[in-house]
């Protein structure tokens, strides 16, 4: 007896050309589940790379802004100590030295603080009602006589018809603050700043507005990034931690406001926080 079997409506050599198609379908999506995965660890340990290198980055830079100021203040100090300063004139400047030192110690420090609580979720923001205009001259009468003494020109131009907004004035004014002092740290020989109230496509706003060195277009959408500097020219001279704009955003996205940035690489800069409350409306 002979037993046959007949495939029905099909021949082995169909059966094989569809296994094979079947097969080699599963080896390509293998493949490809196998470089995907590839490219998605690649990014993930340069990412890493990055984080590492910034960060130890921003530890140095850390050091070095502490280091400064240490070094000048124990210098001052112990000159002072030691009486060698004869004239009153002089001592007067030590000690203008000695305590311009210790604030831009306690801004540094400030800063770490408020971006490690930022970081953990642990910033809290009071908001009450509050005056810009009142707010930025607050601001243009602590920092006039330093920027002037460093050879600015410090303007103040307000709105007199600026509602009253629910802020947390503490944090907008710190805010502000960092910007006035970017604005000042990154300047060269057009040393010009200027606060302002205004309205902004009928919203109310404060600008902070220098002639300094610009940004560029490429790196407009990093600067407000946790750590990050632009790394050529002035900036690589320049201080900072690299936190300064990321404090301003977080403090500018808790308050449901807006942060835009108008610059050119050469002509200065304008960073303009928008708040969300039509004319007349507060
Ligand atoms: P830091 O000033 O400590 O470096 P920031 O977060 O405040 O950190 O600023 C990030 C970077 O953005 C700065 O390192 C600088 O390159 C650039 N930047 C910020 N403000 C200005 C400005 N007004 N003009 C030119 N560059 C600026």
Request: proline residues 1%; hydrophobic residues 35%; aromatic residues 8%.
């Amino acid at each position: 007896m002979n037993l046959g079997i007949i495939l029905k409506g099909r021949t082995l050599g169909g059966l094989i050309a569809e296994r094979t198609y079947t097969n080699l379908l599963l080896i390509v999506l293998m493949n490809i589940v196998v470089i995907v995965g590839v490219i998605i660890i690649y990014r993930n340990i340069r990412q890493e790379i990055k984080l590492a290198q910034i960060k130890s980055d921003f530890v140095s830079n850390v050091s070095h802004e502490l280091r400064t100021p240490l070094a000048l203040i124990s210098m001052y100090s112990e000159t002072l100590e030691m009486e060698r300063v004869k004239t009153e004139e002089k001592k007067k400047e030590y000690y203008r030295v000695i305590s311009q030192e210790s604030n831009r110690l306690s801004r540094i420090v400030n800063s770490i603080l408020s971006f490690s609580k930022i970081e953990s979720g642990k910033r809290k923001y009071n908001f009450q009602p509050a005056d810009l205009n009142e707010l930025i001259t607050q601001v243009y009468e602590n920092y006039k006589y330093h920027l002037e003494t460093k050879g600015f020109t410090f303007k103040i131009s307000s709105n007199e018809q600026m509602p009253e907004l629910e802020l947390d004035r503490e944090a907008i004014t710190e805010a502000v603050i960092n910007l006035v002092d970017n604005a000042a740290k990154y300047s060269k020989e057009d040393k010009f700043i200027e606060l302002k109230t205004l309205y902004y496509n009928s919203k109310p706003a404060i600008e902070v507005v220098d002639k300094g060195i610009g940004i560029s277009k490429e790196d407009q959408h990093k600067i407000f990034d946790k750590f990050f500097r632009v790394s050529t020219g002035l900036v690589h001279d320049t201080k900072g931690t690299g936190l300064g704009l990321t404090i301003v955003k977080h403090v500018i996205d808790s308050h449901n406001a807006k942060i835009e940035l108008e610059s050119n690489e050469g002509n200065g800069s304008t960073f303009r926080i928008i708040f969300n409350s039509t004319k007349n409306s507060a």
